[in-house]
């Protein structure tokens, strides 16, 4: 079935990189599924909140706060997301998740789906 395996975390100080990937599995492969493939996050005594996102189109979104040092891609089959992370700020550490939706009845395994999460931590 539907799986989602996040990957890339780690600690790095702040300035550096790191790349996140998000693999999925199970996924139909149907040009109705229109999928919208998403980074979330959340960092200590805050609620969760939206990062990033990229459809099927390509077409990419940002929060205000990573614009210009965070790069949502997506592979060539649409298997996997990525969210490279440049000039990292330690206000960056946190839990990210994955994120991958398809709202359309016509998509065989529509719904929404998470991954369990990949730590980073930011220090100055």
């Known amino acids: 079935q539907v799986q989602l395996v996040e990957s890339g975390g780690g600690s790095v100080q702040a300035g550096g990189s790191l790349r996140l990937s998000c693999a999925a599995s199970g996924l139909s492969r149907s040009t109705y599924c229109m999928y919208v493939m998403s980074w979330y996050r959340r960092a200590p005594s805050q609620e969760r909140e939206f990062v990033s996102s990229i459809d099927r189109n390509g077409a990419t979104r940002y929060t205000d706060s990573v614009k210009g040092r965070f790069t949502i891609s997506q592979d060539n089959a649409r298997n996997t997301v990525y969210l490279q992370m440049n000039s990292l700020k330690p206000e960056d550490t946190a839990m990210y998740y994955c994120?991958?939706?398809?709202?359309?009845?016509?998509?065989?395994?529509?719904?929404?789906?998470w991954g369990q999460g990949t730590q980073v931590t930011v220090s100055s």
């Open positions: 994120k991958i939706e398809a709202a359309n009845p016509w998509c065989s395994t529509g719904g929404t789906y």
